[in-house]
């Protein structure tokens, strides 16, 4: 039987940030290729509820425990299952599903997800940290369960989309494309007074909080390296970075004989979604379409190093490899929470991540248990420098 013809069951891990909507919105349009199995959000039951409602889903999960009352209060009235908290969170990604969405944000995505990879699931990886924090360590358990990872990252979409699997050793180098974020064309003094609503106005991409503060550090394009770099069998020195501040180009692949593939697009996050929603099919998406005569001008600049500091901490990080990484992730999402919440300034994000990096050192990374300590050390150790830091 085709693809096309199977009705796929589905679970949605992060079901009401960004990309749970977006992908929930898909779905609603195509209801006769899904079955809904379980929907997950952090706090908000309301949307998490009628989500569940108008996709018929069977189980609705809120990882704050202390709301489980306001869940089941808000699902009254259907025959749609209430859960809560943490363990909840994980029974629901072993529970059996064809296709998971991991679209939780931050290393808090990374036991559920890894509880979809072990049972062998295709999984639609848009939470790009678990990767980044577990690495090696994550893709191991990907092989060794025969689980699928279809990027959603819309970069790592189109290099997926583009790469020959089968002949690794023609590929020459990928190229990353990078928006350039809101702050691309400002000077570094500039930045000093940048505030939460500045950084998450994100002039092509409509996000969650964290990742437009990431784009606006670069760290995002960052943390893609990594990712990159995890998910395609390519050396770190062949992935590279251009800044590409229309979007349209999604990523590229040149091989050996200097033929450039890429995938383009207008910036939707519904079109690297659907692509792994149906994969290995496609599916319709109500996503603009691209119509290059009325961009008419795409540009291309090299990233800069200095205004952006962030781009080289993640490189170095994947070179000196261990627990760098993990320790690059975990500081940044704190130094990203606590300019949130206007507790650090914009530009010592990057040096609460440099700072942290350099005083805890690289360790090896044997176990997943590793990677949960060296991260819960490194989120303390940043928290303290935030505070010492303070505004
Ligand atoms: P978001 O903040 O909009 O949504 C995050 C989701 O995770 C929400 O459903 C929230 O309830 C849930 N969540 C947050 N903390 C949690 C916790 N501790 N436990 C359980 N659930 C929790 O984020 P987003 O923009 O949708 O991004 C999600 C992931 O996808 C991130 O890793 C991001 O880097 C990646 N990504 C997002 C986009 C995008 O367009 N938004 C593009 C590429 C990659
Ligand atoms: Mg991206």
């Known amino acids: 039987m085709a693809v096309s013809d199977t009705v796929r069951t589905v679970t949605i891990l992060g079901s009401t940030g960004s990309v749970g909507t977006n992908t929930i ?87 559920p997800t890894l509880e979809a990879v072990r049972r062998g699931a295709i999984v639609g990886l848009a939470n790009k940290e678990c990767l980044v924090s577990a690495g090696a360590l994550f893709s191991g358990e990907v092989s060794a369960a025969g689980a699928r990872l279809v990027p959603v990252d819309s970069e790592h979409s189109a290099i997926y989309q583009v790469f020959d699997f089968e002949r690794p050793e023609r590929i020459e180098r990928i190229v990353l494309t990078a928006s ?75 091989y050996v004989d200097a033929s450039v593939l890429a995938q383009l697009g207008t910036p939707d996050m519904r079109t690297p979604i659907a692509y792994a929603l149906a994969w290995p099919d496609r599916m319709p998406t109500p996503s603009p379409r691209l119509k290059l005569e009325d961009i008419a001008t795409l540009t291309f600049e090299a990233p800069d190093p200095v205004r952006f500091p962030a781009l080289r901490l993640a490189r170095d990080a994947l070179n000196t490899g261990g627990s760098a990484p993990t320790v690059l992730n975990a500081a940044n999402e704190i130094a990203v929470f606590a300019f949130l919440q206007r507790k650090l300034k914009f530009l010592d994000i990057p040096r609460v991540v440099e700072e942290c990096i350099a005083a805890l050192g690289r360790q090896n990374l044997d176990t997943l248990d590793d990677v949960i300590a060296i991260d819960t050390e490194a989120r303390r150790h940043a928290q303290a420098l935030c505070e010492k830091i303070a505004l």
């Open 180 to 254: 350039g974020g809101p702050f691309r064309e400002r000077s570094r003094d500039s930045l000093t007074e940048i505030t939460p609503e500045e950084a998450v106005a994100h002039p092509n991409w409509s996000m969650g909080a964290k990742i437009s503060v990431d784009s606006a550090t670069m760290m995002n394009k960052g943390l893609e390296l990594i990712e990159a770099y995890h998910l395609f069998p390519v050396p770190g020195d062949k992935i590279d970075i251009l800044v590409h501040p229309q979007s349209v180009i999604h990523s590229m692949v040149e």
């Open 25 to 111: 919105d898909l779905i609603k349009r195509s209801p006769e290729r899904f079955d809904v199995d379980t929907l997950t959000g952090n706090s908000n039951v309301e949307l998490l509820a009628q989500q569940a409602v108008e996709v018929g889903a069977r189980h609705a999960v809120v990882a704050d425990e202390t709301l489980y009352g306001a869940l089941k209060e808000a699902l009254s009235g259907s025959r749609i299952e209430a859960a809560a908290g943490r363990g909840a969170l994980i029974a629901a990604a072993q529970r059996p599903s064809d296709w998971v969405m991991a679209s939780i944000v931050g290393a808090a995505g990374l036991a």
